[in-house]
């Protein structure tokens, strides 16, 4: 395909189509795709997760020109949650990131949720994906650790970071439960507020009760983004995470895994789609649900019955 040609002679315009064709699930999406896949897999993806406003967005500008720095090209995925937490995000992001853009070496791509979060995830893969073969050395995936899909999305990254902000109170509870334990480093955002001591102290506690990182202890850092301030030490804990993955083989492991998940929604979508066109919407579907109502049949054959069919 022309735009696929395009797309890997470094043409930014190329990128940005089939990143548009892919988010819109245009005809050609597919296509592009599958062209793509064999030129992918050379990109580190680092994912940053984090409550709304923590300065995530902050800190990939300024994490993204510590890379340009050491000279390597950067792709952004900016998720923006079209969510009641943080309403003018798409806004918010394009102009923080704006100086970014002036430069070849960066490229920058908003995502939105539009309301519904099914297929996000793919959507943030296959841009990932894309940027990849495009030639990008490092892509970074930015979401709102809010709900179960944005955290799907950072999961899948090579090197995940939670962000957090002193100053949340009882909130750091919340998210505890949530972000807390995908994190394979902290970093302690607005480090220039009150409570960052004990904002480490309770991280600190936190990973002391919940080794999962056998073999590897999250460094906790800490940055005034805003600043530029403490940035170089987090990149350095991200390529000590990488040299770590590398050296134990878990980057494999992680690889693998990611692509286990991809084929597995994409299996299930797929699935779901046949299922709901051709079983769901047909009359007789309608007809077994009355009678399954009138107790005349029971669905645990009706389930049987059609899963025989359908597997056919
Ligand atoms: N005081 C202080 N403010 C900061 C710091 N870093 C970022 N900010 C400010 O915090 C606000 C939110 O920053 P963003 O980078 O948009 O945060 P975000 O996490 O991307 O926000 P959402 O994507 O909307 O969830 C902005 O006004 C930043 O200027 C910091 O280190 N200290
Ligand atoms: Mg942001």
């Avoid at 073969?133 to 999305?153: L, P, R």
Wanted: aromatic letters at 4%; proline letters at 3%.
């Amino acid at each position: 395909m022309e735009i696929v040609d395009k797309l890997l002679n470094h043409s930014r315009l190329a990128l940005s189509k089939a990143i548009t064709a892919v988010e819109n699930e245009y005809d050609d999406a597919v296509k592009i795709m599958t062209e793509i896949y064999p030129h992918t897999g050379n990109a580190y993806v680092i994912g940053i997760t984090g409550p709304p406003g923590a300065g995530k967005s902050t800190l990939t500008d300024k994490l993204a020109k510590e890379y340009r720095k050491r000279g390597k090209t950067v792709g952004i995925v900016a998720i923006d949650p079209t969510s009641p937490y943080s309403g003018g995000a798409i806004l918010g992001d394009r102009i923080r990131m704006m100086d970014l853009t002036a430069d070849e070496g960066i490229f920058v791509r908003s995502m939105a949720t539009r309301g519904s979060l099914g297929g996000l995830s793919q959507k943030a893969g296959d841009a990932v994906k894309l940027m990849d073969a495009f030639g990008m050395d490092v892509i970074i995936v930015e979401t709102v650790g809010v709900g179960q899909s944005e955290v799907d999305i950072v999961k899948t990254a090579d090197t995940t970071m939670v962000v957090v902000i002193p100053g949340m109170g009882d909130d750091i509870q919340a998210i505890k439960a949530g972000i807390l334990e995908i994190g394979d480093l902290f970093t302690i955002n607005k480090a220039d507020r009150e409570g960052t001591d004990k904002l480490n102290i309770e991280i600190e506690m936190m990973l002391e009760l919940n080794p999962e990182h056998v073999g590897w202890r999250p460094p906790i850092n800490r940055t005034i983004a805003s600043k530029g301030e403490g940035i170089e030490a987090v990149v350095d804990s991200i390529e000590a995470h990488k040299a770590y993955l590398i050296e134990s083989g878990k980057l494999n492991d992680i690889r693998k895994a990611r692509i286990k998940n991809e084929v597995t929604a994409m299996l299930n979508d797929h699935v779901n789609r046949y299922i709901d066109k051709n079983v769901i919407q047909t009359d007789e579907f309608d007809n077994l649900v009355v009678k399954m109502q009138s107790r005349e049949i029971e669905p645990y054959s009706v389930v049987d019955d059609i899963v025989g069919k359908v597997l056919k």
